[in-house]
């Protein structure tokens, strides 16, 4: 069982930045990906970010480029989501989750989810 519970959400202004965190624990093996999901009400769940654990490889959604960085601490067993230049359209709760795959974007792949954290970005 793999557990990740996400932090670091709250209420901020358009522009502002936050960062979230998602801790990993449990049985997890050498290779796998952590992503970032987010859901707005009334919306759909949409793919935001992932990172390959063991190559560092990244990807992000376009929504989301140049503004965010996704980046993690092995040591820490920790991913993190650095979010700047916020927009009240990234007002979501945003998942962790993770797969022992390849990176993608599709939520359908990925095998463990958080419980959210809230991010509401005022205009």
């Known amino acids: 069982q793999v557990q990740l519970v996400e932090s670091g959400g709250g209420l901020v202004q358009a522009g502002g930045s936050l960062r979230l965190s998602c801790a990993a624990s449990?049985?997890?093996?050498?290779?796998?990906?952590l992503g970032w999901f987010r859901q707005a009400p009334g919306k759909e769940r949409e793919f935001v970010a992932a990172i390959a654990w063991s190559s560092d490889s990244t990807t992000y959604a376009d929504s989301v480029k140049g503004r965010f960085t996704i980046s993690r601490d092995n040591a820490k067993n920790t991913m993190y989501l650095q979010m700047d230049s916020l927009k009240p359209e990234d007002t979501a709760v945003y998942y962790c989750a993770l797969n022992w795959g390849s990176i993608a974007t599709r939520g359908g792949l990925y095998d463990y989810w958080g419980r959210g954290t809230q991010v509401t970005v005022s205009s």
């Open positions: 449990g049985r997890m093996f050498r290779t796998y990906v």
